[in-house]
Every structure is written in structure tokens, then in C-alpha cells.
């Protein structure tokens, strides 16, 4: 693994010809949580059956948590978070557009360029995805770039900026999309990411939908799943 600054973010790259990215392979992009350490999902690259020589980047976001050693894309309101959780209400963020999104899509947008510019990949051969927080960046970032993708991951994402998001929708007719997510997520209802997978395949996604009992997590079976779509995908 070696680290590099890409698009002005610090980036964990592996994979490729020799385990730290190097090569001419695809590209999949992949985006952590809200709260979580820039590396957690590393390990996941050698769960999955990609194709051959693909490189994997996981970048890091710019904002630190105001707890331990996590890093964010952008703030989120934590008191409000544990009220609603005390009294069981459904956390509905579909007409929200964060605070702190604009920017954290514009340093990833500076992040493909780089990963083209910097790294030679094909832009048709890049899968941007990510968990959660970095599932939803990932989404409005493919629905607002140009740049053709081979496809989008969703794992435990929601709905956001529906506003803004539903009339991009039909510019990505064809895309490729795998969405996960749990029956029991505590943190983001799964009612809002069946709407979500709605919309985009009414507006021509091609979307895989993966539900699965849990809860905010990525289970086996979504790692299979995600080494399959990857496969088809990227393949040739």
C-alpha cells in the first residue's frame, strides 16, 4: 500500500501489479463513512474477486469528527441524530443538501481528474462508490460529473437533495449501479433507499439491489456481490 495526496486528498492506493497500485488497470474508488478512519475499508480490496490488476483508491476525508480519530466529508448533527434514535424516528435526509456537500463533491470531482490525469486510468473503467456518508457523496458526484463512469456503488446510502438530484437522474441512463442495505439499519431507514433505488431505475439506471438482514454494515453477501458486479463492469 503506499499513500499519496490525490485531487489534494490523502489516499490509500493498493492493488495494481504489485500490491501498491501501479499498472494500467481499472480503477474503483471507494469512499468511507461518516466517523470512520481513512483506512477502514482497505481491507476489502482482498475480499474481492475484481479483475486482474485493478487498483483500488481510498481516499480520506478532509474533516476531522469532534470525537476520536475519524474523519467526515462533512458534519453531520449529532444531537439531533440521538433524539430522533431516542424516540425512534425515521431519519428522512431526502430533501436535505448538508451543509459541507458542495465542497466535499468538488474535491471529489479534483480526484478524478487526478486519478485520469495523474494515474492514466480510462474514465470508462472507473467504479466511484463508497458506505453510508461516502455512498451518498459518491451518488451525487456521479449525477453532476460528465465523466463517464463504469459504474456506481451504493452501500448503505440514502436519499439526499431529492430536488436536486431526481431531474440530473435521466443524464446517467445506462449506469451501472449495485445499492445495498439493511432491513434493520438503525441509522438510515431502509424505506428511503428502496425510493432512492426507485428513482434512479425509473430515470434508466441499471440498478442491482442487494437487501440483506442487518443493520449499517457491509455482510458477505455484499462483498460477493460487489466482486461480481466489479467483474462485469470492468471486464475487458
Not at 79 to 105: F, H, K, N, T, W
Not at 193 to 210: C, D, I, M, P
Not at 219 to 234: D, T, Y
Amino acid at each position: 500500500m503506499r499513500h499519496e495526496q490525490i485531487g489534494g486528498l490523502t489516499t490509500r492506493i493498493v492493488g495494481g501489479t504489485d500490491r501498491r497500485g501501479s499498472g494500467r488497470g481499472p480503477v474503483v474508488i471507494l469512499l468511507h463513512g461518516f466517523g470512520a478512519p481513512g483506512d477502514d475499508l482497505v481491507p476489502l480490496w482482498e475480499a474481492l474477486a475484481a479483475p486482474t490488476g485493478t487498483r483500488f483508491l481510498f481516499p480520506e476525508g478532509r474533516l476531522t469528527v469532534p470525537y476520536g480519530p475519524g474523519r467526515a466529508w462533512w458534519m453531520i448533527d449529532l444531537d439531533r441524530l440521538q433524539r430522533d434514535q431516542a424516540v425512534g424516528r425515521e431519519r428522512d435526509l431526502s430533501r436535505e443538501i448538508p451543509p459541507g456537500l458542495p465542497e466535499a463533491r468538488g474535491q471529489i470531482a479534483a480526484l478524478l481528474e487526478d486519478v485520469e490525469r495523474k494515474m492514466g486510468a480510462d474514465p470508462r473503467r472507473v467504479v466511484l462508490g463508497g458506505f453510508s456518508q461516502g455512498a451518498m457523496l459518491s451518488c451525487d458526484v456521479a449525477l453532476r460529473t460528465a465523466r463517464p463512469l463504469a459504474g456506481l456503488v451504493m452501500m448503505s446510502g440514502t436519499l439526499l437533495s431529492k430536488d436536486e438530484w431526481v431531474p440530473l437522474m435521466s443524464k446517467r441512463r445506462g449506469l451501472k449501479v449495485l445499492q445495498s442495505h439493511g432491513g434493520a439499519d438503525p441509522l438510515l431507514p431502509l424505506s428511503l433507499a428502496e425510493q432512492l433505488r426507485t428513482l434512479l431505475t425509473q430515470a434508466g439506471l441499471s440498478v442491482e439491489w442487494v437487501p440483506f438482514k442487518g443493520g449499517h454494515e457491509i455482510p458477505p453477501i455484499v462483498l460477493a456481490k460487489l466482486g461480481q458486479f466489479l467483474n462485469e463492469v470492468l471486464a475487458g
